[in-house]
């Protein structure tokens, strides 16, 4: 069996609601869960931004740091926000797998990498040493399904949440270059276009993919 199953990609394409349809059916079946998300800003980071936030609302938005402390801040910043995320990968993830669970997650580092990358305007995140530290944090037996969709069904299905056309193919375009790096560090990845597959069928690749593993193991 698995032991990570992964599921990544930009904000709207189903990452959500497939993790929840997998554990379900998981817990159904006798195997040890445990559900998991890794959100991008942890502790300290998050405290910053909190402080930051009701100091000044003109300092940061949904989008990231107005440009003038983006420039001042972007190095210690992205090292601090890397130190931070590491207590969180190991309690809501690299604990639950040495106590033998199935993790399943909904974001982890590849969406945290992402994230930052956008928030600190810096595309190079996305490629060199800080996304090949995030990839050796993802097991190698792990099954990775990378979730995409046109930018206009996920701004449709997130008309709520004040995303951007920029912001959503800026992730669409970060999530490619990561993928690319993944297959070249030898992981598999299942790509799925939510946007022409439904719900379902969605959730019938990835049983497929399990039962896979689990006559062969």
């Known amino acids: 069996m698995y032991k990570l199953i992964y599921f990544f990609g930009p904000d709207g394409t189903g990452k959500t609601t497939q993790a929840n349809l997998v554990t379900k ?4 079946t006798g195997f040890r869960v445990w559900r998991a998300s ?3 800003h942890h502790t300290l980071a998050y405290l910053l931004l909190t402080i930051l936030s009701r100091k000044n609302k003109n300092t940061i938005s949904y989008c990231g740091f107005n440009d003038a402390v983006t420039r001042r801040i972007r190095r210690p910043w992205k090292i601090l926000e890397i130190i931070s995320l590491f207590p969180a990968v190991f309690y809501r993830v690299i ?3 040495l106590l033998n669970y199935v993790v399943i997650c909904d974001r982890y580092v590849l969406d945290t990498l992402v994230t930052l990358s956008y928030f600190l305007k810096d595309p190079t995140l996305l490629s060199g040493v800080y996304v090949k530290l995030m990839i050796k944090l993802i097991p190698r037996n792990a099954l990775l399904f990378y979730l995409d969709a046109e930018t206009d069904v996920i701004l449709q299905r997130k008309r709520d949440e004040p ?7 800026y ?12 297959k070249e560090q030898g ?3 299942t790509q799925i276009n939510t946007a022409t597959t439904s719900i379902k069928a969605v959730h019938e690749i990835v049983l497929s993919y399990l039962e896979l593993r689990i006559k062969n193991s």
């Open 171 to 182: 992730y669409r375009r970060a999530y490619e270059i990561i993928v690319e790096q993944l």
């Open 95 to 97: 604990l639950p797998l």
């Open 187 to 189: 992981l598999v990845v």
């Open 38 to 40: 890794v959100k991008q």
């Open 163 to 169: 995303l951007t056309v920029h912001l959503i193919e």
């Open 25 to 28: 059916r998981l817990r159904a």
